[in-house]
């Protein structure tokens, strides 16, 4: 497909070569000065009709004919051009379409955000990086160019739509983000979202305290205020700079191979039933168990050597990435 931009070039320089071809031969064959000759040029080509500024000799006749004919050539290219340019954008806008809607549909347990803002964005990159797959809901056409940008699988309109959300696959997906502009939009967004899948787990952002419990009610797993967060992280931060070091490298820094990581047990784990000390977790996988989550919501902080793990339970671990990951075989096996 020949670039759009070489076919322009290619049309100004025809252009201006019918005009210097029309110019030079009026000037050669009747004698007229360039201004006339230029003149008589463009009204030949535009075949506008205005009439011959002088008497034209049967040989310039025969040149206009020719000029003519070169002209209405030269206008079906250009518009031909144009037309093509549309064709194949739309073309092109179709079939990302559909490639995007067919990567879509093969997608299970994946994540869909709701919102492309500054969060929505940066939410998209953290899970990217995390080999997770991701689908984003925008309601602003503006920001298709960035979406694409970032190679990501996106839908465009309201996240309220119930139908946009069947093309996200919200039946097949393991957890929604919402991160609209509004409280309201987010409310009916977390309700209309329990109803198509009860069972997906969804974190909703407020904006206003009093959503935070308007939220929860309408079925978010978590509900998560911004301000609230960068509140309490900025007090943190002057009292425990330490801890907030180690978080940010823990959680931000790419460069560092350590990672907080949350995992379930399945029922065949080998571990279920057995001691944290029987389990030999710590020994073998060289990871620092920092709390437990059991089935009944109860979370235990510091498990001593002597903690019972159960089926379903999940625990909160720290240690190197490739740790994490050899545990998480020993605790989830296929």
């Not at 069972?199 to 407020?206: E, L, N, P, Q």
Request: proline share 2%; aromatic share 8%.
């Amino acid at each position: 497909m020949v670039d759009h931009g070489y076919k322009t070039l290619i049309s100004v320089v025809l252009f201006i070569a019918l005009l210097a071809l029309g110019s030079g031969g009026y000037m050669a064959i009747e004698g007229w000065n360039f201004f006339d000759a230029l003149y008589m040029t463009v009204i030949t080509i535009a075949t506008v009709g205005y009439g011959e500024v002088h008497i034209v000799s049967q040989v310039g006749r025969m040149f206009t004919l020719v000029l003519i004919f070169l002209g209405v050539g030269y206008f079906l290219y250009v518009v031909g051009n144009f037309i093509q340019f549309l064709v194949e954008g739309r073309i092109r806008h179709v079939l990302g379409r559909r490639k995007l809607d067919r990567q879509i549909n093969k997608l299970k347990e994946h994540y869909i955000i709701c919102g492309y803002g500054r969060m929505g964005r940066a939410l998209a990159r953290f899970l990217i990086q995390r080999y997770l797959d991701v689908v984003v809901i925008e309601q602003k056409e503006a920001r298709t160019s960035i979406m694409e940008e970032d190679g990501i699988l996106y839908l465009l309109g309201s996240a309220t739509d119930e139908s946009l959300l069947m093309r996200a696959g919200i039946e097949r997906a393991r957890g929604l983000i919402t991160v609209v502009g509004n409280d309201a939009d987010n409310v009916f967004l977390v309700l209309l979202a329990r109803q198509m899948n009860p069972d997906i787990f969804i974190v909703a952002r407020s904006i206003q305290n009093s959503a935070k419990r308007t939220l929860t009610a309408a079925g978010a797993n978590r509900v998560v205020s911004p301000y609230d967060l960068g509140a309490r992280r900025m007090a943190h931060a002057i009292l425990r700079p330490t801890v907030i070091e180690f978080l940010e490298m823990a959680f931000a820094d790419e460069n560092v191979d350590v990672e907080v990581e949350e995992l379930s047990i399945r029922p065949n784990s080998k571990v279920v039933r057995r001691t944290l000390y029987e389990s030999e977790i710590r020994a073998k996988f060289d990871v620092m168990i920092i709390s437990i989550k059991k089935e009944d919501g109860r979370m235990v902080f510091n498990p001593d050597a002597g903690t019972i793990l159960d089926a379903n339970d999940t625990v909160v671990v720290v240690g190197r990435a490739a740790n994490i990951l050899s545990l998480e075989k020993l605790l989830a096996p296929v």
